[in-house]
C-alpha cells in the first residue's frame, strides 16, 4: 500500500504553506517524512536545492528542521528553560555542569522576543495552560530551527483565545525567516495563516493554491473530490 505519491512541493523563508486533507489523505505521513520518521521509498528531499536523505529525527534536526506535534514532547515537572534546550542543555567549566542560568537567559529572552506570556523561564511546565505549552513547544522549534518548521496541529486541542495566541506565535516566527509546513483541520486557521495551500486527497497532490487567489469552497471541493 503507498501512503503518499504524485506530490511535489517546494517551501521558501518566511513563508506559511498549509497541508488539508481528510483523515488518512497522508498529511502527517509526509511530515514524519520530512521529520526523518520515515525514510521515503522513492522520489527525493531536496534541502536548499541538495539532496538529503534522514535516517532518524536527528538527521533532520542536524539539518535545521524542527517538528511541533500534538502531543508537543515536554517534559512536566521540568522548568521550561529546560524543555526549550531538552536535549542541547548548555553546560559549562571541565565538569561540564549544567549552565542554568545561561539556558534561562536566553528562553526568556526568546519567549519576550515572541511575546509568550509565561510568568518566568524557570517554572515547571504542568504549571502552563495548553496555549502556555504549545507556544513553549514552538519557541522550541524557533531557538533550534535554521530553515524549516513543521507543525502538526499545533491548536488542536485549544479554546478559541489560546489558538488566536499561538497563531500570532506562528506568525512571528514566520516573521523571523522560517518556512513552516502547517497540518490543519481548520480551514478558517489555515485562511487566517497560510501563503500557499496543498490539497491532498488519498495521498495524492490535487493542487496548490495561493490563499488570495482561492476560497473555502474550493479547497473543500479539493479535498472532497468534487473539483
Given amino acids: 500500500m503507498v501512503a503518499v505519491e504524485e506530490l511535489t512541493l517546494g517551501l521558501d523563508s518566511g513563508e506559511i504553506v498549509a497541508l488539508v486533507g481528510d483523515n488518512g489523505a497522508g498529511k502527517s505521513t509526509v511530515v514524519k517524512c520530512l521529520a526523518g520518521v520515515y525514510a521515503p521509498t522513492s522520489g527525493r528531499i531536496l534541502l536548499e536545492g541538495r539532496p538529503v536523505r534522514f535516517s532518524s529525527p536527528l538527521d533532520a534536526r542536524r539539518d535545521g528542521i524542527e517538528v511541533v506535534l500534538q502531543d508537543l514532547a515536554l517534559a512536566n515537572t521540568q522548568p521550561v528553560y529546560m524543555n526549550v534546550f531538552l536535549g542541547r542543555e548548555l553546560v559549562k567549566g571541565p565538569l561540564r555542569w549544567l549552565d542554568r542560568h545561561s539556558m534561562a ?19 515547571p511546565v ?76 488519498r495521498g495524492k497532490q490535487v493542487g496548490v493554491r495561493r490563499r488570495a487567489d482561492t476560497s473555502g469552497d474550493e479547497i473543500v471541493a479539493m479535498i472532497t473530490g468534487l473539483r
Fill in 126 to 201: 504542568r504549571n502552563l495552560s495548553g496555549g502556555q505549552r504549545q507556544a513553549v513547544a514552538i519557541a522550541r522549534a524557533v531557538l533550534w530551527a535554521q530553515r524549516l518548521v513543521l507543525m502538526d496541529e499545533p491548536t488542536a486541542a485549544l479554546g478559541v483565545a489560546e489558538t488566536r495566541r499561538v497563531e500570532e506565535v506562528i506568525r512571528r516566527m514566520r516573521d523571523r525567516g522560517l518556512a513552516i509546513l502547517l497540518v490543519s483541520h481548520s480551514l478558517d486557521q489555515v485562511f487566517r495563516l497560510a501563503d500557499r495551500i496543498c490539497v491532498l486527497r
Fill in 105 to 123: 537567559a536566553q528562553t526568556q529572552t526568546l519567549l519576550h522576543e515572541l511575546d509568550v506570556r509565561v510568568d518566568g523561564s524557570s517554572q
